[in-house]
């Protein structure tokens, strides 16, 4: 949706729509909500009750919030998306690539009662009702849905697990847990940092030149030159967007089943959380996904 006041990047297909409800913006994927199989959503900055550096609608309990604000902030992003907070089953993001299957007994874990697990950046289901959270302010939100087997799957993918393969890990874990088929799955991939925004050093640069070297990538149209640009004195430009297409893609997933944005949050740091902008002053956003039940 062009025209709604974002700065999108010119030369992408728009893989978002935005929208707005009782004061919320969110963004969602066309077309994934053509589906009709699952309720999705990431949330934007407005709609909520938090304040100052955390405006508006934070949903970070580690960011220093009034814990009652992101309790607030969790019951509106969950009625946007149609379910109770206590439907809501959260990450415990550490960049790394460790999958969760979430089921009916996780339910709440993260907002109306503790986490038993650790160092979860992925999570994956096939029961309805059950809303998946994942959490950002710059990195990559990665959203799988296959309306086949009706499983649904979302990961956080920062350059860590971008370089480690995070969208292939993601797409195996549901090869596994429920039979998907990579050439089925859906994909969204979200807003993130921007190439232009996102300047890394030689460490990160050598983690991509690894990545992109792996048998898998041989049949993959993306090359490193379209990924990682160089600048000069060890300093290189990543387009986590394009990285992560190129794992994707390397686990099977169909390019024309792939729906990217064209919204960095570096680039709009008043409508959305970066922390890169913000210089660490910030909230978090979240990525949302629930299946529904089958009519």
């Not at 709440?108 to 503790?114: E, F, I, L, Q, T």
């Not at 874990?173 to 990579?182: V, Y």
């Amino acid at each position: 949706m062009q025209g709604d006041g974002l700065k999108r990047k010119a030369g992408i297909v728009p893989g978002m729509a935005l929208s707005e409800k009782s004061g919320a913006e969110y963004l969602t994927f066309p077309a994934i909500s053509r589906t009709g199989v699952v309720s999705h959503l990431m949330t934007m900055r407005a709609g909520g009750v938090s304040e100052g550096d955390l405006w508006s609608l934070n949903l970070g309990f580690s960011r220093g919030d009034r814990p009652e604000n992101v309790r607030e902030n969790f019951r509106r992003a969950a009625a946007l998306l149609g379910c109770l907070p206590e439907d809501m089953v959260c990450s415990d993001q550490t960049h790394t690539t460790n999958i969760r299957r979430v089921t009916n007994a996780d339910r709440g874990k993260g907002v109306v009662r503790p986490k038993d697990y650790r160092d979860v950046d992925g999570l994956i289901t096939d029961e309805p009702g059950i809303a998946l959270a994942t959490f950002y302010a710059d990195c990559v939100p990665l959203l799988f849905v296959d309306p086949l087997k009706r499983a649904v799957g979302l990961s956080h993918s920062g350059w860590r697990g971008t370089a480690r393969g995070m969208g292939a890990e993601t797409v195996h874990a549901m090869q596994e847990a429920f039979g998907s088929r990579p050439e089925d799955l859906l994909v969204g991939i979200g807003p993130s940092i921007c190439r232009d925004c996102y300047e890394v050093s030689e460490d990160v640069a050598d983690a991509f030149r690894i990545l992109f070297s792996g048998k898998d990538f041989r049949k993959v149209p993306i090359r490193l030159s379209r990924v990682l640009f160089e600048k000069g004195n060890g300093k290189y430009l990543l387009d986590l967007w394009k990285a992560n297409e190129a794992v994707c893609l390397s686990a099977g997933v169909l390019p024309e089943h792939i729906s990217m944005t064209d919204i960095c949050t570096c680039c709009n740091p008043g409508r959305l959380f970066s922390h890169r902008a913000s210089g660490g002053k910030r909230g978090n956003m979240g990525m949302f996904v629930m299946l529904l039940e089958e009519n």
